[in-house]
């Protein structure tokens, strides 16, 4: 995939701070799993400080597969208790629900405006969809709905409405954030440098947490470890991993293994080497790496797990916390939406069409200003 060249606006450092802004979203159909955690959360937390730190709750992109109004609720619910468990601080970093923000939707359609249906087509997970359905010999579209087809739009106004320069994801989100950027420049080509380019940011140590089936672990394939998860819970999950039938004594793959896969994220770096030659010489058990697991999970999230049902147990004061997140992430993108809206020529055009912050529009350029036809 390739970005056109067209210019990208300086980037829009916040006038308080000049700190870079970075925005991630994690959608809310299930409980939040340690791929989540080791692939994005801790991540993105770790750009808090130097960054200004943006974290939302698609329920938006969420809404594509959950049908369930009160389990979205509810899952929003458990994510916001999740981030503050883990370190959020609302006072320093913003915590939001995506819905809250209008001008994503608004900007939504923007840029589908701007976007080749091709760009859309070209997608792993309408891809990936499509030819199950191909497999199965149904029609390609058959159950695909238009909002998981429009995904990657909606993903990219989540991150250029905030002029972000950083996306800290896992990395399936990959080609999400590159199709933003074609987006961006699709849409800059035509309309001169409103929307700021991002950048991926991905923890290379981490690529994809296998799930308990050895799938990528994903809310929607039922296959997690919840980072939350009581110690009992966990206990019964982790038996689950399928490992082979090789005997304590007989020596064993630790590149091929599901639970050593989860260890080696888990453990002190000494412990994993030290377990790796155990592997190889013969002489531990799976049963063992398996208590082992547990007690790294607990011993890791069980005193944030403490703070977690606190926090959830009180869902007005978790409302409160998103709500006044959603005001913060409002008061950034909407000046942009202004600018867009007099750009493109939505509405009365308040700071006028060839006044607006970047000197207006540029005309359409001929074979430009569409991603990825
Ligand atoms: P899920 O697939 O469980 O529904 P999301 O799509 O909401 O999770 O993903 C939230 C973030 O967590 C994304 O940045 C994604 O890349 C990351 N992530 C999800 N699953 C994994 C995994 N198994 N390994 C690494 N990162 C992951
Ligand atoms: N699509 C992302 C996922 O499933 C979640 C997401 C939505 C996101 N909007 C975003 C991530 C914007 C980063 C930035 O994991």
Known sequence: MQA???????PARTPETQRPVAVTGIQSSGRPHLGNHLGMIRPALALA????????IADAHALTTQRDGEAMRRHTHELAATWLALGVDPRRMTLYRQSDVPEVFELTWVLACHTGKGLLNRAHAYKAASSANHAAGRPADHGINAGAFAYPLLMAADILALGAEVVPVGRDQKQH?????EVAAAFNAVHGPLLVSPKVLIDQRVAIIPGLDGRKMSKSHG????????????RTLVARIVTDSRPP????????CRLFALYRHLAQPAAVSAMRARYLEGGVSYREVKEELVGLLEAGFGPARIAYRALLAD?????RVLAAGAERARGRAAPLIERIRDAVGLGAGKTGAAGGLHGGGRGAHPGMGTAGT
């Open 249 to 256: 004594e007989a020596p064993k793959d630790p590149d091929t």
């Open 4 to 10: 056109s060249s067209a210019p990208a606006p300086a």
């Open 315 to 319: 869902p007005a004061e978790l409302d």
């Open 223 to 234: 296959n997690t470890l919840p980072v939350f998860a009581e110690v009992d819970e966990l």
């Open 49 to 56: 400080g130097r960054h200004e730190v943006f974290y939302f």
């Open 177 to 181: 954030v590159e199709i933003a950027r």
